[in-house]
């Protein structure tokens, strides 16, 4: 059973930085991608940022692409986010994720239903 636990987030001011992680275990063969996932009070949740385990691949949220880099410390099973130029909009709760597998291949990865889920931690970002 995967289990995902989230740490780095907090309070900061507009134009400032966070790194989130996220320590992952029971991950398997069978998962093919991770990511993190937003969601403003509120609102759903949905993607920001995808990682395929094995590769690499990225992709992004247009609302983010540019200021947030996704990446992964497989030895370590580490799922990191970095949050530079952060805004107010970028308020709200982040959350790693690994979607079903089948969803890494769609745009579906954003909103998957089902898969593995953090707790969450929150961000805060003042003007």
């Known amino acids: 059973q995967v289990q995902l636990v989230e740490s780095g987030g907090g309070s900061v001011q507009a134009g400032g930085s966070l790194r989130l992680s996220c320590a992952a275990s029971g991950l398997t063969y069978s998962n093919v991608c991770m990511g993190w996932f937003y969601q403003a009070p509120g609102k759903e949740r949905e993607g920001v940022a995808l990682?395929?385990?094995?590769?690499?691949?990225?992709h992004y949220a247009d609302s983010v692409k540019g200021r947030f880099t996704i990446s992964q410390d497989n030895a370590n099973n580490t799922l990191y986010l970095q949050m530079n130029s952060l805004k107010p909009e970028d308020t709200g709760m982040y959350y790693c994720?690994?979607?079903?597998?089948?969803?890494?291949?769609?745009?579906?990865?954003?909103?998957?239903?089902?898969?593995?889920w953090g707790q969450g931690t929150l961000v805060t970002v003042s003007s």
């Open positions: 994720g690994v979607p079903p597998s089948h969803d890494c291949y769609s745009a579906a990865w954003s909103r998957p239903i089902g898969g593995a």
């Open positions: 990682i395929y385990i094995r590769g690499g691949f990225t």
